[in-house]
């Protein structure tokens, strides 16, 4: 049929919505397809994005340099370790990441510090989530209440599963731990930090008994907005004597509920 030929009421060229669905997530849709598999392009970024999730696992926490911005910020961090002694056994023993090593418990005891909250930043499963979240999330708590968080112990954990931060507050005499760390990566997010509140900490604690605040990141939950979420919980559970079932969030934030407790991840 020629152009002249064809029906002047043509329909046009039919519109993949999913392309359309593809501008508002990071989640790999639409990828379109070259016979019966995934175009190059498509694959390419697919085993990319698998790469930097395992590097993100097997990242080291640079100490040091986090040290430096907590310290800028008016932070002066505790080091502490869990009892997993490298990288490899942390990640094949989760049970060994939920409790210090003797050396770390015995420092704590020492130390002779005490405040109503303790923030335990933990790599977890990825370190670079701490790395990039952890000091910009201290300074956007500092915006929201200044006294209540530059009051607060700030400890930094390598090896640390989010249990650990019970034995962390503990034996700091806290009524308040504040657990940030870096979350088990996706394929669209590496780094995502968690956030873990638990009242009066202790060795047992269940994650019944905590609240979770999740993907904290720019391309996820904004610092402010985190920050925001995070403080008002924090001060429920001191004035209320409670964390996990028996908190939600009610600060009228509008994003959801995302403090409800949670299964344990990292």
């Known amino acids: 049929m020629s152009g002249a030929d064809a029906p002047r009421n043509a329909p046009a060229a039919f519109a993949d919505p999913w392309v359309e669905l593809r ?76 409790k210090l090593d003797a050396a770390s418990a015995q420092a704590l005891d020492a130390a002779g510090t005490r405040a109503d909250i303790v923030v335990a930043i933990e790599d977890g499963l990825s370190a670079p989530a701490v790395q990039k979240h952890a000091a910009p999330l201290l300074a956007a708590l500092q915006a929201c209440h200044a006294a209540r968080w530059e009051s607060a112990q700030t400890v930094i954990a390598t090896q640390g599963r989010v249990a650990l931060g019970d034995e962390i507050g503990g034996r700091l005499g806290a009524k308040l731990v504040v657990v940030m760390i870096g979350e088990r990566p996706g394929l669209s997010s590496p780094d995502s930090l968690g956030l873990y509140l638990t009242y009066a900490p202790r060795i047992g604690r269940s994650d019944a008994e905590r609240n979770c605040i999740s993907n904290v990141r720019p391309e996820g939950l904004p610092y402010a907005a985190a920050a925001r979420r995070l403080d008002w919980l924090c001060s429920a559970a001191l004035t209320r004597g409670l964390t996990g079932i028996g908190l939600k969030d009610e600060s009228g934030s509008g994003l959801g509920d995302v403090s409800l407790p949670i299964h344990e991840l990292p």
């Open 23 to 98: 501008r508002h997530t990071p989640a790999r849709i639409a990828l379109g397809r070259a016979g019966s598999a995934l175009p190059t392009q498509a694959l390419l970024e697919f085993g990319l994005a698998h790469a930097r999730a395992r590097d993100a696992v097997h990242a080291a926490l640079d100490v040091d340099a986090l040290r430096v911005q907590l310290r800028a910020a008016g932070h002066a961090a505790l080091q502490v370790r869990s009892a997993a002694p490298d990288r490899a056994t942390y990640l094949m023993r989760p049970d060994l990441g939920r």
